[in-house]
């Protein structure tokens, strides 16, 4: 199975266990090693955990490593606690992520995952085939 594939399943199996909106999103959080303690900033701060190493992303936001399923779990989690727009900001800014680039889309994706989420507009039972429809190479 491959890293995107084992993200969307991670995200099935945390959407059985009825969490609200708000934990879900620091759930997730946690495929990346960002705990959803206090001390979350810091895992956020140095690139967390992976978790889920390997590929299958689709090319758009692919960057040729094993990291792009952490990438998009600990997006997720720090757009929970901090909102879209600063999280961009510190993406960009901080990691080095221009917009344009493989690893800035899969950060507008997590953002927008996470207000979706957040919002109620992605409910949480459907938030693992939005990840695969959007994310996820297809298999075969």
Not at 29 to 47: E, H, I, M, T
Not at 53 to 65: A, I, K, L, N
Request: hydrophobic share 40%; with cysteine; net charge positive.
């Amino acid at each position: 199975m491959d890293a995107c594939a084992a993200l969307a399943d991670s995200i099935d199996r945390l959407a059985a266990r009825g969490h609200s909106n708000r934990r879900f999103l620091r759930e997730l959080g946690r495929a990346a090693g960002v705990r959803r303690g206090p001390l979350w900033v810091f895992d956020a701060a140095s690139g967390g955990r992976n978790h889920l190493r390997g590929r299958g992303f689709r090319r758009h936001v692919d960057d040729r490593t094993d990291g792009q399923a952490r990438h998009f779990a600990g997006t997720v989690a720090v757009a929970a606690r901090i909102g879209g727009p600063l999280t961009r900001w510190l993406t960009t800014v901080a990691l080095r992520d221009p917009p344009g680039s493989a690893d800035g889309r899969l950060s507008d994706e997590a953002i927008e995952f996470a207000r979706l989420v957040r919002t109620g507009e992605l409910a949480q039972a459907d938030a693992a085939d939005w990840v695969r429809d959007r994310l996820c190479r297809a298999a075969g």
